[in-house]
């Protein structure tokens, strides 16, 4: 089970104003319109490209990207990149500050998330996370072996998972330590020698004027309300996001040394960015 980072105290309750809740209406509809239009496209295809190509995705996630860019865009958010995402079959590991994280990291590469399977139930997210094809996995390391095979099956298929070893989020000023028990799957026999792990920083930047952790969301605070607060901002900050070079599983020795190279980079960039 992984404990929620707690940190320090969040920023105060929601105070937008008449124009912040202005901000709110015409980013929020913006932003539903955006998903709105990405699902009537998506959707049909995914009927078309299920058949055709099985667990692969060769056509779907291209939407799920442009989706989350003009996203960020109508949030007013800006999206800089760094580094290209790797080519050939692998993974992305990368740190957690917040549901943003969603956005800023499907916006430059075509992935699917490993997410815990609580989400799977959450109105309207639950739906979204599902069609686009995000790996629920249980905090029960009774489920570990079972978690193992189905990260074997999808990157055997072609996928490219996304993961948060950390384990939570956090406040976006720090990178909290990697834990090493997903990296197992890499390790598997027919995954090994052929699979490379890219990590990948996300730093926040918050506006002038505001608290350094805006963007962050941890602890136990709930998500409308911090879904709100991020909308109604008068001025929105930067979201970086930086590409390391990839890691080969096969240079590793065990799941440890693993987690630490990936930890290291991760932090090496969110330091610099």
């Not at 913006?30 to 049909?44: D, E, H, K, Q």
């Not at 029960?140 to 490219?160: I, N, P, S």
Request: contains cysteine; aromatic residues 10%; charged residues 15%.
């Amino acid at each position: 089970m992984n404990p929620t980072w707690a940190g320090e105290e969040p920023p105060g309750a929601l105070k937008p104003g008449l124009l912040g809740w202005l901000r709110v209406l015409v980013r929020g509809l913006a932003i539903v319109a955006t998903i709105g239009v990405g699902l009537a496209l998506f959707l049909p295809l995914r009927l078309i490209e299920r058949p055709v190509h099985g667990m692969f995705r060769p056509w779907t996630p291209s939407i799920t990207k442009a989706v989350c860019r003009i996203s960020l865009a109508c949030m007013g958010l800006t999206y800089t990149r760094h580094g290209a995402p790797m080519h050939g079959q692998g993974a992305i590991v990368a740190n957690h500050s917040s549901w943003l994280d969603i956005f800023a990291l499907n916006a430059g590469d075509s992935l699917f998330f490993v997410a815990k399977s609580e989400v799977a139930g959450w109105p309207g997210i639950g739906f979204l996370a599902r069609a686009t094809g995000t790996l629920f996995i249980a905090r029960d390391r009774k489920q570990v072996l079972a978690q193992t095979r189905a990260f074997e099956t999808r990157l055997l298929a072609g996928q490219r998972l996304l993961f948060f070893p950390e384990g939570t989020s956090s406040d976006g000023l720090r990178v909290l330590p990697f834990k090493p028990a997903l990296f197992q799957a890499f390790l598997a026999p027919d995954l090994r020698d052929v699979l490379s792990v890219q990590p990948v920083s996300v730093t926040y930047h918050a506006p002038g004027g505001c608290d350094a952790r805006t963007y962050g969301w941890w602890g136990d605070m709930d998500f409308a309300p911090h879904v709100l607060r991020t909308l109604a901002l008068a001025r929105q900050g930067q979201v970086v996001v930086v590409y390391h070079d990839p890691i080969r599983v096969a240079d590793m020795a065990d799941r440890k040394a693993l987690a630490a190279a990936a930890e290291a980079a991760v932090r090496q960039g969110h330091a610099l960015a």
